[in-house]
């Protein structure tokens, strides 16, 4: 694709006037805003007010002056509509690994009867840890853990399933499963359905309650922009609040958390949550970035990410050297959520030589380079540039220069 097309079509983007939302740099095209987005410009500015006036000038008074308090509830609502939730049901707090621990354990005491919980093979392998983790803790009479590959998920659920747990978009592919069908699947055999929507929320509509999903959890800092290690979020259908209860009852999910009580008496629906005290600086920061999307609707969002990916992947068809990588995400729109993974054996070398060149992607053993288009900022010439730069890098090999062959810790 030339660098005019490219053109023509950011002209034509309605979404494009976004970019200028972001703090992005000079001379970079960024296309891993799947791992980390881009710093939102509103977030500099509301963390500042919250350092200078709110803990600065009212100190502890800002719990109540300042709303701090009722952050992790009023972040939640402003991720719900992203989610297709109605109000009440999500909750911002802790990561996705402890939300997960949460909410698996929920599971199982909701299906009391039964002990599985069934994940994708190859899946976000801190997902399977939790759950072996919690498996161990529990002992295998009340807890095991099953894996099945992702087009066997529905075939494998059996009347011991407790809950499915699946990520809608593969971080490794960037295959997109079907919600609505898998979610349905789990419900017939009796099951729940548990999402992880790290890699969907934010870049694509998501419909949890027409979905019925039961459980789901979610990333701030990736499509929702809130900064390195942002909250994560939870969500709870409303059909189980009056019956959910969450292993680590500390004293903010408490009903009354002020009255210091003896005895823990659960809050009320998704409040129950909350453990320890949240960070209102990265509360703070993710409420900002979440500002970007008002107004925005979701629909757009989607159609720019696929416009966005299908036009990176025409502009690697046309050049022959690209024909070194195999493109593992799915074509069709459907099954594709809003990254493109490309694998090569020197995967890791490829990446760091784009990275180098100034197009910033990132690498996922065993050999897979990832290309995330987030739709808020993310334009054709950064999609035709980053084309262009692989291009160069496999036709010139620059990947086997000795630079880039030591792995830093984080890739």
């Known amino acids: 694709m030339s660098h005019d097309e490219a053109a023509r079509r950011d002209r034509e983007d309605a979404l494009a006037p976004l970019r200028?939302?972001?703090?992005?740099?000079?001379?970079?095209?960024?296309?891993?805003?799947n791992s980390l987005g881009a710093l939102p410009k509103a977030v500099s500015a509301r963390v500042q007010s919250l350092l200078a006036d709110e803990w600065g000038q009212d100190l502890i008074a800002s719990w109540n002056?300042?709303?701090?308090?009722?952050?992790?509830?009023?972040?939640?609502?402003?991720?719900?509509?992203?989610?297709?939730?109605a109000p009440g049901q999500v909750l911002c707090c802790d990561s996705i690994s402890v939300n997960l621990f949460k909410l698996l354990a929920t599971a199982l005491a909701l299906r009391p009867g039964r002990r599985t919980i069934l994940v994708e093979a190859g899946d976000f392998p801190t997902d399977r840890y939790l759950a072996e983790g919690l498996a161990s803790?529990?002992?295998?009479?009340?807890?095991?853990?099953?894996?099945?590959?992702?087009?066997?998920?529905?075939?494998?659920?059996?009347d011991d399933v407790a809950v499915l747990l699946v990520t809608e978009v593969n971080f490794r592919s960037g295959r997109r499963h079907d919600m609505a069908?898998?979610?349905?699947?789990?419900?017939?055999?009796?099951?729940?359905?548990?999402?992880?929507?790290?890699?969907?929320?934010?870049?694509?509509?998501?419909?949890?309650d027409a979905c019925g999903a039961d459980l789901a959890?979610?990333?701030?800092?990736?499509?929702?922009?809130?900064?390195?290690?942002?909250?994560a979020f939870l969500y709870v259908a409303r059909r189980h609040h009056d019956a959910v209860q969450q292993p680590l009852t500390g004293w903010l999910g408490h009903r009354s958390p002020f009255a210091f009580a003896d005895r823990y008496e659960p809050a009320a629906g998704v409040l129950r949550y909350q453990a320890g005290t949240p960070s209102i600086l990265a509360l703070r920061a993710l409420e900002a970035a979440l500002s970007v999307f008002d107004g925005v609707a979701l629909e757009d969002l989607r159609a720019k990410s696929l416009a966005l990916s299908d036009f990176f992947l025409a502009a690697i068809d046309a050049e022959p050297a690209c024909r070194a990588v195999t493109v593992l995400t799915p074509r069709a729109h459907g099954e594709r959520g809003s990254q493109v993974s490309l694998a090569h054996p020197e995967g890791y070398a490829v990446a760091q030589a784009l990275i180098e060149a100034g197009v910033i992607?990132?690498?996922?053993?065993?050999?897979?380079?990832?290309?995330?288009?987030?739709?808020?900022?993310?334009?054709?010439?950064?999609?035709?540039?980053?084309a262009r730069c692989l291009a160069t890098v496999l036709a010139e090999?620059?990947?086997?220069?000795?630079?880039?062959?030591?792995?830093?810790?984080?890739?």
């Open 361 to 386: 992607v990132d690498f996922r053993a065993p050999d897979i380079v990832r290309f995330g288009f987030a739709p808020l900022y993310n334009s054709f010439a950064d999609a035709a540039a980053a």
């Open 217 to 231: 959890v979610g990333c701030g800092y990736k499509f929702l922009n809130g900064g390195p290690g942002a909250p």
């Open 65 to 85: 002056r300042h709303g701090w308090i009722d952050l992790p509830e009023r972040v939640g609502e402003q991720v719900a509509p992203l989610v297709g939730a």
């Open 137 to 158: 803790f529990l002992g295998e009479a009340r807890c095991r853990v099953r894996e099945a590959a992702g087009d066997q998920l529905a075939a494998a659920l059996d």
């Open 181 to 208: 069908a898998l979610t349905r699947a789990a419900h017939e055999a009796g099951a729940l359905a548990l999402w992880d929507l790290a890699h969907s929320a934010g870049a694509m509509p998501v419909q949890l």
């Open 397 to 411: 090999e620059r990947y086997r220069a000795e630079r880039f062959q030591a792995r830093a810790r984080v890739t």
């Open 20 to 33: 200028e939302a972001f703090a992005l740099p000079a001379d970079t095209v960024y296309l891993d805003g």
